[in-house]
């Protein structure tokens, strides 16, 4: 089993709208999380971090439920600019390597 | 910004020539790690380095060296390119404290 698994999507939403996908991760040690956005022919960038149970910032709000293993991202009232892959990241602290999930892509249009 | 650049950003070459990529931080970071990314296989570790001249592979190392003589610099040399190592070669420091890692703007690679 991969350590992190992605909807690929893609997720095609309508600008305004809300669009929410999940991450499960098989290592239940997975203490942190790291969500990265990743526009094409570009860079990961980090968009969020997820220390405890979940995060917000802004219009994008990470869950993390460690009962099931797995994290969610939640974007509301989406922008054109919001279309991108989006990458899960879980991370133990006695490991310094980071596994990346594949992404999922969202596209979202006027 | 986490002040990581990356040479050259774009470079063809042919099979069986030798490549070196480089990565350059400005933030004293102790760890550096360079990745390839590929379509339908997402980010992949190739090397890693946890201080100057201390290396450990990745999933995905075979056919890649790396060197770090200086705290800044963290080299990825292709020993002899073949056309399954074109791909997208991205560098990355990892934060101290966090753990987040944040990434160079890439090299595309092209083996003829």
């Known amino acids: ?110 | 910004d986490a002040g990581i650049t990356q040479s050259p950003r774009h470079k063809v070459t042919e099979t069986g020539t030798p490549v070196t990529l480089r990565c350059h931080q400005t933030e004293n970071h102790r760890y550096m790690y360079w990745y390839r990314q590929d379509p339908g296989h997402g980010l992949r570790l190739i090397h890693y380095s946890y201080g100057v001249k201390d290396t450990d592979k990745g999933e995905v190392s075979d056919g890649y060296s790396v060197s770090r003589s200086k705290t800044e610099d963290f080299l990825l040399t292709l020993e002899s390119a073949t056309s399954s190592q074109t791909s997208v070669y991205f560098c990355a420091i990892r934060a101290t404290g966090s753990g987040e890692q944040y990434f160079g703007p890439g090299t595309r690679l092209t083996v003829t």
């Open chain 1, 1 to 110: 089993r991969k350590e992190v698994e992605q909807d690929p999507g893609p997720f095609n939403v309508p600008e305004g709208a809300t669009v929410a996908f999940n991450c499960t991760y098989s290592n239940s040690a997975s203490q942190s999380f790291f969500w990265y956005r990743q526009d094409c022919r570009k860079e990961p960038k980090l968009l969020m971090s997820v220390y405890s149970s979940g995060n917000e910032d802004g219009r994008f709000t990470a869950q993390l439920n460690r009962a099931s293993q797995y994290i969610s991202l939640l974007i509301r009232d989406s922008k054109l600019s919001d279309s991108a892959t989006y990458l899960c990241v879980p991370s133990r602290s006695n490991d310094y390597k980071l596994s990346f999930g594949a992404g999922t892509t969202v596209t979202v249009r006027a």
